[in-house]
């Protein structure tokens, strides 16, 4: 059980790791770099899955996604309210849903690193917020 306060400093957290992951996908340049790295970790370690090259549809894809989750991200850094991580909490299970989705379907098992965070960020905004107890501030 999170109190308010971490749990604010919790939506804020996930918000930084998002802004930290996602920041990439927002221009194609950037996705063109990220996309090269990826591809070289992939191959260094040999990990199983396809990390296929991006047509235009798919950088496009891929920055609209970047685009969107770091506006969505911003707004959790600047105001990180319990309301906010709830609703980041069921994207991240649709996000999850995808992401094994691909994995099944031949997607380079580097995904599975990303799921485990999506999940991991997904479950402890789920968890139950305590109340904030002000009898003792109360006058008699």
């Not at 370690?45 to 798919?58: C, D, Q, V």
């Not at 309210?81 to 709830?86: A, D, E, K, L």
Request: with cysteine.
């Amino acid at each position: 059980m999170w109190t308010s306060t971490q749990f604010r400093r919790l939506v804020k957290g996930s918000a930084w790791y998002d802004l930290i992951v996602t920041a990439a996908f927002v221009t194609p340049w950037s996705f063109v770099a990220l996309h090269g790295v990826l591809l070289s970790v992939s191959q260094a370690f040999n990990l199983s899955g396809e990390l296929p090259p991006f047509e235009p549809m798919h950088m496009l894809m891929a920055n609209l996604l970047g685009s969107i989750v770091c506006v969505w991200t911003v707004l959790r850094i600047r105001d990180p309210q319990q309301v906010y991580g709830r609703y980041d909490a069921v994207g991240r299970f649709l996000f999850s849903a995808w992401q094994l989705y691909a994995l099944l379907h031949g997607a380079s098992s580097l995904l599975a690193i990303f799921l485990f965070f999506e999940l991991a960020w997904g479950v402890a905004q789920v968890l139950p917020v305590r109340a904030s107890s002000r009898a003792g501030s109360l006058p008699q």
